[in-house]
């Protein structure tokens, strides 16, 4: 690897209509496309390694940490950021407003991640306590012939097996150049990117609308949803913002805009039914 392979990629375990108005709540431009039956991935057009300071850039995995974070506290579906570097490869697994778990490997292919997160991955996503287990626990163990990106193609081929599939091309190790090149071509590929809080509004209502997810939309748990996320966004945004870490910030934004929303909606519904 080298400078200039840099990628990132954030997978989701939900259809691209379901992720769409989350993901626009992140305000950054990003290509959104299906990438299996249950799974969707969105490539980021821009680089979001470049951000913090010129002195102080802000890694790579420390954004999609954040991202995935404030994905995954705004849905019922969890969210898995693959990144990659000239030193480091690794994802990190986020799922609701559990403490995400992640795992890294050096550019040779060498584990610096403890074995205890793949087995808390493999509870995360249902996946099989034996055959899943095992084959997750050999890419904890060295290896002289598997590198970082080996490593995380390996962690792919063990997720086929929830239906997930990648585009061609969309692979660790590729530069984020040749990521956006791949996605922009895909059939059925998004767009997704910041138009204003009015317009996320919009889309965020239009898929509560739409949505199936009963409980969650209506009564006293989803107003308890709504308090709770209104509660830990404010510090989480702040938080970010102290850092200058984008990605924890769009967390916190997240969280802020998801509860005032739930909370918005509960109360337009219920006017509305009492009229």
């Not at 990003?30 to 951000?51: C, F, I, T």
């Not at 995935?68 to 994802?91: E, N, Q």
Request: proline residues 6%; hydrophobic residues 45%; negative net charge.
């Amino acid at each position: 690897m080298n400078a200039t392979s840099t990628g990132a990629l954030l997978l989701c375990r939900a259809d691209p209509e379901t992720v769409r108005p989350l993901a626009h709540l992140l305000r950054e431009q990003m290509l959104l496309a299906r990438a299996g039956e249950e799974w969707s991935v969105l490539v980021p057009e821009g680089k979001p390694w470049n951000g913090g300071t010129a002195q102080d850039p802000e890694p790579v995995d420390r954004v999609l940490g954040g991202w995935a974070t404030a994905l995954a506290v705004g849905s019922t579906w969890p969210v898995l950021a693959l990144w990659w570097d000239a030193d480091r490869a690794g994802f990190t697994l986020a799922a609701g407003f559990r403490r995400p778990v992640g795992y890294i490997w050096l550019t040779d292919g060498t584990p610096v991640g403890e074995d205890e997160a793949m087995r808390t991955f493999a509870v995360r996503l249902g996946l099989d306590p034996v055959l899943d287990v095992q084959a997750l626990e050999e890419l904890t163990r060295p290896d002289p012939d598997a590198d970082a990106d080996a490593r995380l193609r390996g962690l792919l081929a063990v997720l086929t097996r929830t239906g997930l599939t990648l585009p061609a091309g969309l692979s660790p190790g590729e530069s984020a150049d040749r990521l956006r090149g791949v996605a922009a071509v895909q059939r059925g590929v998004e767009r997704v990117e910041w138009a204003g809080w009015r317009d996320a509004v919009r889309v965020e209502l239009d898929a509560v609308e739409s949505s199936r997810i009963g409980p969650w939309v209506r009564g006293p748990r989803a107003r308890a949803v709504a308090a709770v996320q209104l509660t830990a966004g404010l510090p989480l945004l702040l938080w970010g913002a102290r850092r200058r870490s984008g990605g924890w910030a769009a967390a916190g934004a997240v969280l802020l805009a998801q509860g005032a929303l739930g909370l918005a909606y509960e109360r337009a519904r219920a006017a509305a039914e009492a009229s």
